[in-house]
């Protein structure tokens, strides 16, 4: 049983379009994360939610736009994809918001953008 | 900020060999460090974590690091590797903030284990 799951694995699209990566965990934890994964590897934080609520937000351009309609759940919506946006996005949830509290991946959604 | 700094992008074993990876970090208080494994196409898994107490933590899959804040370091090994250990390692770690928790990972290392 899948702990922390997103879909869709992996997205193709054109530049300009507006695609959403949803993310759910089962773990019962109430802080949910996006990073982003760049073609070099490094990865780098964009939101957290605890929750539900906006807790971290790293400088990404408002053109993404996290949701959290439950503590179990947070989406992703991309508007007006660039080129740039094209990498691995990792979906995350840990037990508490505090900085001992591992985190639980997902697999990852590649998203590519063309 | 923190920050976080692995030496090597790229690590190559024999099988049965030492596996050495290397760790370094920055923190103006005492960090919680954590190292995490990713296989292809994959997420990231937990290795193993330090918060306090002993300073030599043991892992998954036979890893263990330790924790040396007079070299600001979490040096990770394995006495003996094995074809399954080809994957990318991260280092890790925890800036607590008063919104919350934010993991600052370093930029990995490859390990490819020769047979």
């Known amino acids: 049983d899948t702990a922390v799951s997103q879909t869709p694995k992996y997205l193709v699209t054109q530049m300009g379009n507006d695609k959403s990566i949803k993310c759910e965990q089962n773990l019962g934890h109430d802080t949910m994360y996006w990073y982003k994964q760049d073609s070099k590897k490094f990865l780098k934080i964009m939101f957290s939610?605890?929750?539900?609520?906006?807790?971290i937000n790293e400088t990404v351009p408002n053109r993404f736009s996290p949701k959290s309609p439950d503590k179990a759940h947070l989406n992703l919506h991309i508007n007006s994809l660039e080129l740039g946006d094209s990498a691995v996005y990792f979906c995350a949830s840990s037990g508490t918001r505090t900085g001992e509290s591992p985190l639980h991946f997902g697999n990852g959604t590649r998203l590519t953008v063309t | 900020a923190q920050s976080v700094t692995q030496l090597g992008s790229h690590v190559s074993v024999s099988e049965g060999a030492l596996v050495l990876l290397r760790c370094n970090y920055s923190?103006?208080?005492?960090?919680?460090l954590f190292w995490y494994v990713q296989y292809p196409n994959q997420g990231l898994q937990l290795l193993l974590k330090y918060t306090t107490g002993a300073t030599l933590v043991k892992g998954i899959n036979g890893f263990e690091a330790e924790f040396k804040k007079s070299e600001t370091s979490f040096h990770l090994t394995k006495p003996s590797a094995h074809m399954s250990d080809a994957a990318e390692y991260f280092c890790?770690?925890?800036?607590?903030?008063?919104?919350?928790?934010?993991?600052?990972f370093g930029g990995g290392t490859r390990v490819l284990v020769k047979p």
């Open positions: 939610y605890n929750n539900k609520e906006l807790i």
């Open positions: 890790a770690v925890s800036e607590v903030k008063a919104a919350g928790n934010k993991l600052t």
């Open positions: 923190s103006s208080v005492p960090p919680y």
